[in-house]
């Protein structure tokens, strides 16, 4: 084949027949396991599920009731693992809304044999054929899981937002809630774009269309004041395969539609509370954190081949604008743009806020927190708190707020957490490299029987190893061969399906004559 194989597959003969959802599986183990990740849980993990009996049924003077409210989840179709609920309240001068987020630790505790687990992983890896949960599936889609019409604990953070998007106070606490209605994405979005029906699970809750409209006017204004402080808005690409059965069946781009936009509002805002809530109380804490693009002067160059100018400092104002426009100019090669500036600015990753005077801290591995801030989401104060299902930092963000809210010391040490943000970094890192090369896998199955089928593409890169495209329909990624010198990036191309090898991930496309 023409590549480079991933190292995760290189352990499986190309040649091996590969055929069916159950052979991706086996692809998925070797990877996790080749990339230092655990695919399956421990005989002392499991023997701890057993023995959980059931949800938290922790109750007291700190823990609010707040399962009368109108609590909705909204994620994807096939989604049980629900990290959040929310709900909101018009006021005079804008909304109140509240996010309610699983409380994991409620049953997930430090040190424990689940615990360590996920620890190991610090996140649960999602592939096409098989989920590897971060924690057992019983606990992360049931016991701890916001399920519909299930009482759950949750840590709510309740926020007053103005019209024009200032979250201008907060709190945050302990509460039992209900989720009244399990909503998606792309139904409810159809709704609030006017192009569909309210879907059946809100239209059974009196009431909830109304605040499902202030929970919508609330996201969009946080999302308009975010962009207009230099937030950077993305369209990267994002192929999702379907499988029924063995099979897989279709490759599918997820679109980014306003029931998401809504939910990524309401999270943004919840992380920026989190972050203010633990510097607010000189907690420790662990920070998300995208520094300023040190490669900015490429960014710059990426600009000028448009006709733009960009400043020579780091702006993100100014990018956005830029992205802005390019996006209204050109939205079929936008998603490639959106992956070159994203490849450009660097990964997020992980750091500790700075401890009280006194504290024994390793200041190599700290940044003052004037230093703090997220590039992309031109925001100061970030920390990951959200997705205590699926993330180990969110329920590490959990246990410290928990441990303020009970006036009680940290449960980790400065060492400890600094340790621990170090190999959240590295796993993160391990488990997007899994995800991709089983996307490319998932892709050249369902390509494997159309050899000599002929696509629309684009060409989305060129260099000293060869030229790749993508497909419009479907949306895959491919290396083109025999292309010429004179293809160059951005061109639309007529190419033929020449080969592809599932265990490698390979598909070869040539131009069409």
Known sequence: MSDTPNDPTAALASTATIARRSDLVLLAVVAMQAHGLAPEFSSDALAEMAAIAGPSQESGAGIEDMRALLWCSIDDDDSQDIDQLSVCQETKDGWRVLVAIADVDALVHKDSAIDLHAQVNTASVYTAARVFPMLPERLSTDLTSLGAHQERLAIVTE????????????????????????LAYDSLAAWLDGHGELPAAARAVPGMDAQLRGQDAAAQALRKRRTAHGALQFETFEPRAQVQGEQVVAILQREHNRARQLIEELMVATNICTAQFLEKHGGLAMRRVVRSPERWSRVVDVAEKYG???????????????????????PLRFPDLSLTIVQLMGAGEYVIEDAQPGAPVDHSKTVAVEDYGHFGLAIRDYAHSTAPNRR??????????KAVLADQHSPYSVPELQALAEHCNRQESAAKKVERSLRKSEAALFLQNKVGAEFDAIVTGKNNRGVWV???VPPVEGKLVNAGPEVDVGERVRVKLLSTDVARGFIDFAPTM
């Open 308 to 330: 733009e100018s960009l400043p020579a400092e780091p702006d993100s104002k100014a990018l956005e604008a830029f992205l802005e426009r390019r996006r209204k100019a050109d």
């Open 470 to 472: 993508r497909t419009l």
């Open 392 to 401: 180990y930092p969110d329920l590490i963000s959990h246990r410290l707020v």
């Open 159 to 182: 926020m007053v937002v103005d019209a024009q998007g200032l979250v201008s106070n907060f709190r945050i606490c302990r509460a039992q809630v209900r989720n009244q209605a399990k």
